[in-house]
């Protein structure tokens, strides 16, 4: 169609066209469907049944998760401030009862750096919240998908919002797993060695 392009440009118009005119698709539902011991009619009616009491319970959780994370959103900056506040009053005595132990100290700073860094994965985490569903359907009127079959759609969008929306309180705790109990390990681990060869 168009000779006076460049090879890559052609290979890209190829692909646009192709994305253009596939219909979009979201995940079967295979692993859902098969997982049943029986096929027939009954089963059939079991699997709608199911299905239909599954998408009752989604719903009616997504919307006591959305009120219940409305207010943990809003108390998150709250409960950063006020640990912090804890660690800095209380950093001071710890270090003294330790004694001067430079490794009170590093654990006080590891401490306070990690609840610092909550800020930045609940920046991480409103991101992915956003942007998820734009980015993996870019081009894709969700209404009309939604309009087209409802049940599905409607469930796991209310599924990703959920697992997106955890994201605010699963990264922080994460984070904190992953870098105090190492550090502490490493650290016991040089004052046991320092004990034994005073």
């Known amino acids: 169609m168009a000779p006076a392009l460049a090879t890559g440009k052609q290979n890209d118009a190829v692909a646009r066209t192709v994305l253009t005119n ?24 079991e699997n709608f049944v199911k299905g239909g009491l599954a998408a ?17 959103l809003q108390a998150l900056p709250m409960v950063q401030a006020v640990l912090l506040l804890g660690i800095y009053a209380l950093l001071p005595m710890v270090v003294v009862l330790s004694r001067y132990s430079i490794s009170m100290m590093v654990i ?24 998820l ?20 759609h409607d469930t796991k969008r209310m599924l990703l919002n959920m697992i997106t929306t955890s994201l605010y309180l699963g990264l922080p705790l994460l984070w904190s797993g992953m870098v105090i109990p190492p550090f502490l390990t490493v650290l016991s681990s040089r004052n046991h060695a320092a004990s034994c060869m005073a």
């Open 133 to 152: 569903i734009m980015s993996m359907y870019p081009d894709v009127n969700i209404f009309l998908q939604i309009f087209a079959n409802p049940a599905e």
């Open 56 to 72: 009752g319970g989604v719903f009616t959780a997504s919307a006591l998760f959305s009120v219940t994370m409305t207010a943990i």
């Open 22 to 45: 596939s219909p979009p698709r979201w995940s079967n539902n295979d692993l859902v469907a098969y997982n049943s011991g029986s096929a027939g009619l009954l089963s059939t009616a």
């Open 108 to 131: 006080g700073a590891m401490a306070i750096f990690t609840v610092k860094f909550w800020s930045v994965l609940w920046y991480l985490a409103l991101w992915v919240d956003q942007n």
